[in-house]
């Protein structure tokens, strides 16, 4: 099946820094979807982006389907930005099924 | 408005004691799906329905069920939970199966006594 891969593992930053997160996959795909995964659970969606670029606030996401990847901008952190940042995608004629990365934990210090 | 709801939000039961998680939609979408996340894990997809058509995992355990009764409610049965199905189990829908996003619910976390 398909792999999906996220980098870093694990992030701490200062408030208000910026951050770039990286998924990668290792076949074509037609949905991707970031989730923020809060410290109570609830799985948040960022952004859908199977292909180009999008923008909400502070966050912003591109990817390069030809090229397997997509990336997470984070501008301006923010405390409320902690948890855990996935990308999940579905291959394609890969049925229905949404397969998750790794994961990013990510901690925004004060 | 919460558009994919799940209850409740915390469950505990005993070792072997069957148990129902309940999931509903007001989004109208076709599919519904249930995925299991252990802890720092990512979630993974147990089964989903396409309308009325049940589609299992092939490394899902016989150990759970699903029922979708309507277009809006969908339900996970355990029918003898383990110590290791504790999780936090998530249903999602989406429109349809292909280049649809998915929504998720807020999830339910499973405690076994």
């Known amino acids: 099946g398909i792999q999906v891969e996220q980098s870093p593992p694990d992030l701490i930053l200062q408030e208000g820094a910026n951050s770039t997160l990286r998924c990668n996959f290792s076949d074509s795909v037609n949905n991707l979807q970031w989730f923020h995964q809060n410290p109570w659970g609830q799985l948040i969606n960022l952004f859908y982006?199977?292909?180009g670029t999008k923008q909400n606030g502070r966050l912003s996401a591109t990817t390069v389907a030809t090229e397997r990847y997509s990336l997470l901008y984070i501008s301006s952190s923010q405390t409320t930005d902690s948890g855990v940042y996935f990308c999940?995608?579905?291959?394609?004629?890969?049925?229905?099924?949404?397969?998750f990365g790794t994961g990013t934990q990510l901690k925004v210090e004060l | 408005d919460a558009m994919v709801i799940q209850n409740p939000r915390y469950q505990v039961t005993q070792f072997g004691k069957p148990v129902t998680l309940s999931c509903s939609q007001t989004?109208?979408?076709?599919?519904m799906y249930w995925y299991q996340q252990k802890s720092s894990q990512a979630p993974k997809l147990l089964f989903h329905?396409?309308?009325?058509?049940?589609?299992n995992e092939a490394d899902t355990p016989d150990n759970f069920q699903s029922r979708r009764p309507n277009t809006s409610f969908c339900f996970l049965d355990i029918r003898s939970p383990g110590l290791g199905d504790a999780a936090m189990y998530l249903c999602?829908?989406?429109?349809?199966?292909?280049?649809?996003?998915?929504?998720f619910g807020d999830g339910t976390r499973l405690s076994i006594l």
């Open positions: 999940a995608v579905r291959a394609t004629g890969g049925g229905n099924k949404l397969t």
């Open positions: 989004l109208n979408h076709n599919v």
């Open positions: 982006i199977p292909s």
């Open positions: 329905y396409y309308d009325k058509d049940f589609n």
């Open positions: 999602a829908t989406s429109r349809d199966s292909s280049y649809q996003p998915q929504h």
